[in-house]
């Protein structure tokens, strides 16, 4: 039992905290808890069905016979009707109206709610012909519909995420409505404001309700999230926390450090901070409490490492498959840009635990087994990684020289293959006990053997190997590779219990089997139901998706945020990140990431674009992600933080302050990634790659060592101060460079044509332009262009899709008088086009690289030999402290 001030929680307790929030508080009996259950199986079936080959191989099959007349094939728009009636009618049957509600059954109003809401969603497949006939136009009959379905649609989301993004969509509805009667003059008004405007906009097109965040959840998100569930299922949960404990457990603070590295294996199940929280931290927790932190810290850890789930590719809380949709970048491009942050993140909060456990001089847990030497390990590691190696290019080069022999037939070669794997996998497994769940509050723990441990689930391991191979490498789209994943773990399920059970001859295969079958089942139960508040949340999400673009708010927004920032960029990042973190507030990952990227990231990427600041919109649409998953951490609404100390049996906010202590590094990263891109591996090479990973490690730890306030021993304030500055320096060496050796030259306008007549092609070219925006404002801002192919200046400039004209006159530019060079015509869909520039704007200034410049990377030199001066300074003080400990 685990104790908090005024309440006592128990497992179940802590289990009902879960489903409150991720799948529903309702537990009724009889007729109605079958109806759920099937109704959940029934979905993720659909869901498999969806994301799969089959409805085409059917669909011929249909067509061969004569029957291609039958459609069984889903197009994206049904398919989204589909999943968002199946979310509602689950919504209103698992979640309780009121705390007074009746939890064990069902009330009338509630199944009356659920019918009259599938009827709604479904509403596009009832009336498909006729919604296409009238599109645009909607009559009485569409508004009601769309009215009820809102409401219908606003009042599920209050039951299954809180008020929260309630009041947010409601409050953009209603401006949506009254901004049409603000005056003219305040710059949030609008004119797009009729009822049957607003509701053929959010639930009769796909640019609302039923809009790009809904289609990610059905076509990406739920498989994604099935494929957790099912993984959680078959043991790999466990298998992961126990892995990491054998590993770490015995170092200073282990249960903290394993509870870092087990809850960072555990984002790869699951898609909530809070259900990481709980499952990772029933049993890290009181571990951490056994070997000296306080409840609040050690909430605290488990709150930053699970929060940090979700930002560890390749899931990243669901929202990588939104951010493919609206950065439009490949999967496999995505992660690669994600990778480092989130990797050197959990680094960081590995060695936060470490100075933790060093400042109360910590001691870790008793290993089960004799510790080998160093030299060992370090071999065992070396060769561990060569066979890795050995095996991904085995595994590469058979795949395509299989692809080649017999492309008709590869795909069941590699299926028998992938089964021969497997039963190798599990006969080494049938050597070792199955992993059980311990008891952390137990008189006596001791660290399980790294030995059995790791052998004990090494086939889990396969599904999450086919899941990454098919989306790094051989480049399915996400629904498709976890579609693979999905069934791979399905086939686990039925099948590890009585193999396991054929292999060490225990018998009773038949009754393995039938276990094994209810554990699909469930699984497939369970992860529907996880899914219910993220198909309602990416519905109710596309509501203020749809009401800033009928409205503009985006524009308006980028204004006003220009305005209080007056024109200074890192003051424009404070104000987007306390704004997200505002927007985030008491939302799930999910739907926090639709808010937040909806409004702020074009915030971003205008006011930068006015102030010189260029950015990468991949790098834009992380700030904001990052700033928004912070919510989850800070007070008062942290829910993570409430759920770690109902288990820890600490006080809520100081752990949510402690926790927000801990992430400050998580805090720091998206700001870095805005100023200096090589962090998101944009555009560079291996060998550049692997000096980036090393230089940003040592540099986050040298941040934390700072925020910390404590390296080889307490620093002083002057050494807090350096420890800062070195960071700094490792993460921009550009911003000092730039001060020794410049990377940029000004020419003046007039000169632009001859200038790029002689640049290298493929150079970057920076232009500043004034002009008027589309609201008729005087803006100036910052264009990025490629210097194009061409056999002279003025055919390069006509390349790039430019007119430009001598305007006879002089313009003052910074106190200069210059030549006034104005664009007469930007082709449309050129590159001048799609980077912001068009007719009649004015050049002030064009900028081109400097050659021979010194490399920035030269900065790391004297940054790196400070620390190294420091850490001998440190140490040196360490050691006279012990020695005069040691006399006294």
């Keep these: 039992m685990l104790e908090t001030k005024n309440k006592t929680f128990d497992q179940d307790d802590l289990q009902d905290m879960v489903a409150a929030n991720d799948s529903g508080g309702r537990n009724p009996y009889g007729f109605t808890k079958k109806l759920i259950f099937g109704v959940a199986i029934l979905w993720s079936l659909f869901q498999i069905y969806y994301a799969s080959p089959l409805p085409f191989v059917f669909q011929e099959a249909l067509r061969t016979i004569g029957l291609g007349s039958i459609n069984v094939v889903f197009d994206d728009t049904k398919a989204r009707s589909i999943h968002l009636a199946f979310a509602l009618f689950l919504a209103y049957l698992s979640y309780p ?25 479904s509403y596009y497949l009832f009336f498909y012909d006729s919604l296409i006939t009238r599109f645009g136009a909607p009559n009485t009959q569409d508004i009601v519909v769309g009215i009820i379905g809102i409401l219908l649609l606003l009042e599920a989301t209050r039951r299954s995420l809180g008020l929260p993004l309630v009041i947010i969509a409601t409050v953009f509805l209603l401006y949506n409505y009254f901004g049409q009667y603000f005056p003219s003059d305040w710059i949030i008004s609008h004119r797009t404001g009729s009822l049957s405007h607003i509701i053929n906009q959010q639930w009769i097109t796909t640019e609302g309700v039923f809009g790009v965040a809904l289609g990610v959840s ?41 509870a870092v590295v087990a809850s960072g294996l555990t984002g790869l199940i699951s898609g909530s901070s809070i259900a990481n929280v709980v499952t990772t931290g029933t049993f890290t927790i009181p571990m951490m409490k056994r070997v000296g932190f306080s409840a609040e810290k050690a909430g605290a850890v488990e709150v930053a490492s699970s929060v940090n789930g979700q930002i560890m590719p390749p899931v990243m809380g669901a929202a990588a498959f939104l951010m493919i949709e609206y950065v439009n970048m490949p999967y496999n491009q995505l992660i690669t840009h994600a ?12 060695y936060i635990v470490h100075l933790e456990a060093c400042k109360m001089n910590l001691q870790g847990l008793e290993r089960a087994d004799a510790a080998k030497p160093w030299v060992i390990s370090l071999l065992r590691a070396l060769g561990s990684f060569i066979t890795i190696c050995v095996l991904y290019f085995a595994i590469e080069y058979g795949l395509s020289w299989i692809k080649q022999v017999s492309p008709e037939h590869s795909l069941a070669i590699v299926a028998v293959i992938v089964s021969a794997v497997y039963l190798f996998l599990l006969k080494r497994v049938s050597r070792f006990k199955d992993l059980e769940i311990d008891d952390p509050n137990s008189p006596v723990v001791k660290l399980p053997s790294v030995k059995p441990t790791v052998n004990a689930g090494l086939h889990f391991l396969l599904p999450v190997v086919i899941l990454i191979w098919c989306l790094m490498i051989e480049r399915m789209s996400p629904g498709l590779s976890a579609f693979w994943g999905s069934i791979a773990l399905c086939f686990i399920l039925l099948t590890q219990r009585p193999i396991l059970h054929f292999y060490r001859k225990q018998g009773e295969i038949w009754r393995a089997t039938k276990q094994g079958f209810n554990d699909l089942v469930t699984g497939l139960e369970s992860g529907a139901r996880n899914m219910i508040g993220i198909g309602i949340a990416t519905s109710t999400a596309g509501i203020i998706v749809g009401v800033v673009a009928l409205t503009g708010f985006g524009v308006q927004l980028s204004s006003i945020i220009e305005f209080l920032s007056m024109g200074n960029i890192l003051l424009m990042l404070i104000l987007v990140a306390m704004f997200s973190l505002i927007l985030g507030m008491g939302l799930p990952t999910t739907a926090n990431y639709i808010v937040v990227s909806s409004l702020m990231a074009a915030v971003i990427v205008e006011v930068g674009r006015q102030n010189g600041l260029i950015v990468p919109l991949v790098a834009v649409h992380l700030f904001v992600f990052y700033f928004g998953i912070m919510a989850d951490v800070t ?4 829910l993570a933080s409430f759920a770690a100390a109902a288990v820890s049996g600490g006080k809520p906010i100081q752990t949510g302050l402690i926790a927000f202590a801990y992430s400050l590094r998580t805090a720091l990263l998206p700001f870095l990634f805005i100023f200096n891109t090589d962090l998101l591996l944009i555009d560079i090479g291996l060998l550049k790659g692997i000096i980036v990973f090393i230089i940003s490690t040592i540099a986050i730890l040298a941040f934390t060592a700072a925020s910390m306030r404590y390296f080889f021993h307490h620093n002083r304030w002057w050494e807090t101060v350096l420890l800062l500055l070195i960071s700094f320096m490792l993460f921009r060496p550009g911003f000092f460079m730039e001060y020794i050796s410049p990377t940029e030259r000004y020419i003046k306008p007039v000169h632009m044509v001859e200038e790029i007549a002689n640049a290298p092609v493929g150079e970057r070219l920076t232009m500043k332009v004034a002009g008027i925006n589309q609201y008729g404002t005087p803006i100036e801002f910052f264009a990025q262009l ?17 007119t430009l004209l001598n305007a006879g006159e002089k313009i003052e530019v910074d106190g200069e008088m210059i030549d006034k060079i104005i664009i007469d015509d930007a082709q449309m869909d050129s590159e001048a086009s799609k980077a912001g520039l068009n007719w009649d704007q004015t050049i002030l200034y064009v900028a081109l690289p400097r ?8 900065m790391f030199i004297p940054a790196l030999a400070l620390l190294a001066g420091l850490a001998f300074i440190q140490r040196r003080r360490k050691l006279l402290s012990e020695r005069s400990n040691s006399y006294v």
């Design 339 to 350: 990778f480092l942050p989130a990797v050197i993140s959990y680094i960081a909060l590995v």
């Design 218 to 258: 059905t076509k990406y998100v739920f498989l994604f999230v099935l494929f957790g569930a099912l993984l959680d299922k078959a043991g790999a949960g466990n298998y992961f926390i126990k892995t990491a404990f054998a590993y770490l457990g015995h170092f200073r603070g282990g249960p903290a450090k394993a």
């Design 635 to 638: 007070p008062p609404v942290g």
């Design 97 to 121: 109206a009121f705390k007074s509600s009746p939890i064990h059954r069902v009330p009338v109003q509630d199944w009356i709610f659920a019918v009259v809401a599938v009827f709604c969603a």
């Design 851 to 858: 050659h021979n410049t010194l490399p920035k990377e030269l």
């Design 786 to 802: 490629k210097v194009p192919q061409g056999n002279s200046g003025q055919e390069r400039v006509q390349n790039l899709g430019l």
